[in-house]
């Protein structure tokens, strides 16, 4: 055993010298700024198969942890990254993993069309719109909500709107479940109005009254009212070229 030594055995002035490093250590860590998570640092995500061997036969469960770890990326220690900041690529990846984890988990892409896809950084903006796309074809009856706000996005946010009729011709094509509202399915009848396609607009309005999907009384009535407005303005527009 090594001899131990009482305190008083060592002198004042090396005492004095160690007191003294360590309130300049004390004062350095001090000054040292936080630790701060940079856009970076948000790695690519693992192998599908590895995550299902991790989660032990519980991929919902760990969905939902992985979820909660990358909406909480943007805080560590104290500091925030703007959601605009991130490697969206890699969001996008992560966001992708995870609803193969979890396919019938919607909170993925809640955060897409609601978080990711608001920054102001269209790019971004677009590239999180056309993820929400890719993934509502994977499950439209499922996942028509989001791309309805995509569709919203489009047109009201990037004033795109062949895009907006893109996303919502997918909506009416693709979504078949009883349960969806009209609205969400007869977007692209508006869009078209919008873009002054009337006949097209016309048709399709027509079409949907014919067909038995709407079954909705307030519905019914509110688009015959709108078929009635659109003959209307399709008679004015053949008056006006006669003149």
């Given at each position: 055993?090594?001899?131990e030594r009482p305190l008083n055995y060592v002198s004042?002035?090396?005492?004095?010298?160690?007191?003294?490093?360590?309130?300049?250590?004390?004062?350095?860590?001090?000054?040292?700024?936080?630790?701060?998570a940079r856009a970076p640092d948000l790695m690519p995500?693992?192998?599908?198969?590895?995550?299902?061997?991790?989660?032990?036969?519980?991929?919902?469960?760990?969905?939902?942890?992985?979820?909660?770890?990358?909406?909480?990326?943007?805080?560590?220690?104290?500091?925030?990254?703007?959601?605009?900041?991130?490697?969206?690529?890699?969001?996008?990846?992560?966001?992708?993993?995870?609803?193969?984890?979890?396919?019938?988990?919607?909170?993925?892409?809640?955060?897409?069309?609601?978080?990711?896809?608001?920054?102001?950084?269209?790019?971004?903006?677009?590239?999180?719109?056309?993820?929400?796309?890719?993934?509502?074809?994977?499950?439209?009856?499922?996942?028509?909500?989001?791309?309805?706000?995509?569709?919203?996005?489009?047109?009201?946010?990037?004033?795109?709107?062949?895009?907006?009729?893109?996303?919502?011709?997918?909506?009416?094509?693709?979504?078949?479940?009883?349960?969806?509202?009209?609205?969400?399915?007869?977007?692209?009848?508006?869009?078209?109005?919008?873009?002054?396609?009337?006949?097209?607009?016309?048709?399709?309005?027509?079409?949907?009254?014919?067909?038995?999907?709407?079954?909705?009384?307030?519905?019914?009535?509110?688009?015959?009212?709108?078929?009635?407005?659109?003959?209307?303005?399709?008679?004015?527009?053949?008056?006006?070229?006669?003149?």
């Open positions: 055993m090594r001899d004042t002035p090396v005492l004095a010298l160690l007191a003294a490093g360590l309130a300049l250590q004390l004062g350095l860590h001090a000054k040292q700024p936080a630790p701060e995500p693992p192998g599908i198969a590895l995550l299902r061997l991790a989660s032990m036969g519980e991929p919902i469960a760990l969905a939902k942890i992985l979820m909660l770890q990358l909406q909480a990326f943007d805080y560590r220690s104290g500091s925030r990254i703007p959601f605009k900041d991130l490697d969206y690529a890699r969001v996008e990846a992560w966001l992708a993993r995870i609803l193969e984890l979890d396919p019938g988990g919607q909170y993925p892409l809640l955060a897409a069309s609601r978080l990711y896809a608001e920054v102001p950084d269209e790019p971004k903006q677009r590239s999180m719109l056309e993820f929400v796309y890719r993934q509502y074809l994977l499950d439209p009856n499922r996942r028509w909500p989001w791309l309805a706000h995509a569709t919203f996005l489009a047109k009201h946010r990037l004033k795109d709107m062949p895009l907006a009729l893109r996303y919502a011709a997918a909506l009416q094509k693709y979504t078949t479940a009883k349960d969806v509202p009209a609205w969400a399915t007869t977007m692209e009848v508006f869009i078209r109005e919008d873009l002054n396609e009337l006949e097209t607009a016309r048709v399709m309005i027509g079409g949907l009254l014919a067909s038995g999907r709407i079954t909705d009384r307030g519905e019914l009535h509110f688009l015959n009212g709108r078929l009635k407005e659109i003959e209307a303005r399709l008679m004015q527009s053949a008056e006006k070229k006669k003149r």
